[in-house]
């Protein structure tokens, strides 16, 4: 089918239709998410203190979203105003994005440490001053490349809906494959590797001596929980390829997506669909703690029927 009888429109308010529903449902299971990590004392651990921090996150993104699904919605007329929406969506998500990512490796190395270097002296003495270091080099590092990269972005004057990047040469393309890497990639083998390592570890270590009924209920609750974070962790990293894969797509080729929507509409639409996916990652990850976490669906359950109870007694008062 030519691209002159294709409606892009249409296709917008689809994607937009969508999107902005699932943020609406991402938005209140993180708020749910947010507030069962502040009032149940089990969660004031490291892991749920750095996953605490990855749905704060994710609660910032889904409000930036609603904005960037508003535009695809009803088109903005003036270039500048659709531009500053686009680059303040793309730099509030993205950076979002990135905190949670890295955030997740921050846990598999926390993870690495405990389960297969338990008596690391170096672990041991500054873990709490190694999280905190590490949390503000995430923090820097997401934020100074989204801010970078969000210079050569805006909207078009052919298409004030299109999000799009500006004359990509050969200094931005290198730009984008080393925040590629630095975002997604080294994240990603980081995670691989600790939860590799903990799988093996696990597999052959055997504790001396006769364990204790506590000492097996014990032990099988830390392997539940290394299982839960590795589902999490697993999850984000398989939503997060197609994106990449279409970003270092982009930087070899050099084409901006309006370039790529020309020459083919079936490839602009699969851009769109790893835009949908990694933006929504913050939408279905509350959903993934759940699944995979019993504890945090325990928490969450109990906090839903404590809401629900007051709401009916105030409904009957």
Request: proline content about 1%.
């Given at each position: 089918?030519?691209?002159?009888?294709?409606?892009?429109?249409?296709?917008?308010?689809?994607?937009?239709?969508?999107?902005?529903?699932?943020?609406?449902?991402?938005?209140?299971?993180?708020?749910?998410?947010?507030?069962?990590?502040?009032?149940?004392?089990?969660?004031?651990?490291?892991?749920?203190?750095?996953?605490?921090?990855?749905?704060?996150?994710?609660?910032?993104?889904?409000?930036?979203?609603?904005?960037?699904?508003?535009?695809?919605?009803?088109?903005?007329?003036?270039?500048?105003?659709?531009?500053?929406?686009?680059?303040?969506?793309?730099?509030?998500?993205?950076?979002?994005?990135?905190?949670?990512?890295?955030?997740?490796?921050?846990?598999?190395?926390?993870?690495?440490?405990?389960?297969?270097?338990?008596?690391?002296?170096?672990?041991?003495?500054?873990?709490?001053?190694?999280?905190?270091?590490?949390?503000?080099?995430?923090?820097?590092?997401?934020?100074?490349?989204?801010?970078?990269?969000?210079?050569?972005?805006?909207?078009?004057?052919?298409?004030?809906?299109?999000?799009?990047?500006?004359?990509?040469?050969?200094?931005?393309?290198?730009?984008?494959?080393?925040?590629?890497?630095?975002?997604?990639?080294?994240?990603?083998?980081?995670?691989?590797?600790?939860?590799?390592?903990?799988?093996?570890?696990q597999r052959n270590y055997v504790r001396p001596g006769q364990q204790t009924k506590d000492q097996l209920d014990m032990e099988i609750k830390k392997r539940r929980h290394i299982q839960a974070l590795m589902s999490i962790s697993a999850?984000?990293?398989?939503?997060?390829?197609?994106?990449?894969?279409?970003?270092?797509?982009?930087?070899?080729?050099?084409?901006?997506?309006?370039?790529?929507?020309?020459?083919?509409?079936?490839?602009?639409?699969?851009?769109?669909?790893?835009?949908?996916?990694?933006?929504?990652?913050?939408?279905?990850?509350?959903?993934?703690?759940?699944?995979?976490?019993?504890?945090?669906?325990?928490?969450?359950?109990?906090?839903?029927?404590?809401?629900?109870?007051?709401?009916?007694?105030?409904?009957?008062?």
């Open positions: 089918m030519a691209n002159q009888t294709i409606d892009y429109g249409r296709i917008y308010t689809f994607f937009g239709v969508i999107g902005s529903t699932l943020t609406g449902i991402g938005f209140t299971s993180n708020l749910i998410l947010s507030y069962t990590f502040l009032t149940d004392k089990y969660f004031r651990k490291v892991t749920y203190y750095l996953m605490f921090i990855c749905v704060i996150s994710d609660v910032i993104a889904n409000i930036s979203l609603f904005f960037g699904y508003a535009v695809l919605l009803k088109q903005v007329d003036h270039v500048d105003v659709a531009s500053a929406i686009c680059r303040t969506v793309l730099f509030i998500v993205f950076t979002s994005y990135g905190i949670s990512f890295m955030n997740l490796a921050l846990i598999a190395v926390d993870r690495y440490f405990v389960v297969v270097r338990p008596l690391s002296l170096f672990y041991r003495y500054y873990k709490k001053r190694f999280i905190i270091i590490s949390e503000i080099c995430v923090l820097l590092l997401a934020t100074s490349i989204n801010l970078t990269g969000n210079i050569q972005v805006g909207a078009r004057k052919e298409d004030t809906r299109l999000c799009d990047s500006f004359n990509i040469t050969r200094v931005v393309s290198t730009f984008m494959i080393i925040s590629t890497m630095v975002r997604f990639i080294i994240p990603s083998m980081t995670i691989i590797f600790c939860y590799w390592r903990i799988i093996i570890h999850f984000n990293v398989l939503n997060t390829w197609p994106f990449t894969a279409f970003y270092i797509g982009q930087a070899v080729t050099g084409k901006s997506l309006y370039q790529i929507r020309t020459e083919s509409s079936v490839l602009f639409v699969l851009c769109l669909i790893s835009l949908l996916i990694i933006s929504n990652t913050t939408i279905l990850n509350p959903f993934i703690y759940m699944k995979f976490d019993r504890n945090i669906r325990a928490s969450v359950i109990r906090n839903l029927k404590s809401i629900l109870a007051s709401l009916f007694c105030l409904h009957y008062r």
